[in-house]
């Protein structure tokens, strides 16, 4: 699956509930975790690949991989916690994101069997922010507005930068 970059509209759009989980899923769930795993990210969500629905894949170290579709986060602790995060979507830009530390969730996995999961910690952190994909927010859209466009001028600074090497190259 091809990733999503920062600049894409889809990325800023809401992600539709899957209709009818069908066996297509299980490939579905397979190719995103595989994607994640390939860009060594912690998640992946539907929208940025390009599928604008509700679904994402979650695996942090010494955890299984989890699907999760149309979910709902049904409790958030009032406890909450500052990480430093990432996205596959914004490769390079980590940034300190201010999340609850503690959450319940319940979703359908691949197989269209329903579950209830509470989570703690960086799992908690990396569900959080791929249900903001689904929402079409990314993690940027939680900081500060100055600090956000700092970082974003970087970024994108960056990626020309990287555009304009690129083409270099092919002009031989
Ligand atoms: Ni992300």
Known sequence: MEILLLGNELLHQKALPVKQITPEYQQIAADLVQTLHDGRGLGLAGPQVGRMERIFAVHIENDVPRVFINPSIIE?????????????????????????????????????????????????????????????????????EQRREKIVAKYERIAMQKERRQKARYRV
Request: aromatic residues 8%; contains cysteine.
């Open 76 to 144: 958030t602790s009032p406890e909450t916690v500052r990480y430093e995060e990432g996205c596959l979507s914004i490769p390079g830009l980590y940034a300190d994101v201010i999340r609850p530390q503690t959450i319940k969730i319940q979703a359908w996995n691949e197989c269209g069997k329903p579950f209830t999961l509470e989570v703690t910690g960086l799992l908690a952190r990396v569900i959080l922010h791929e249900y903001d994909h689904l929402e079409g927010m990314l993690f940027i859209d939680r900081i500060p």
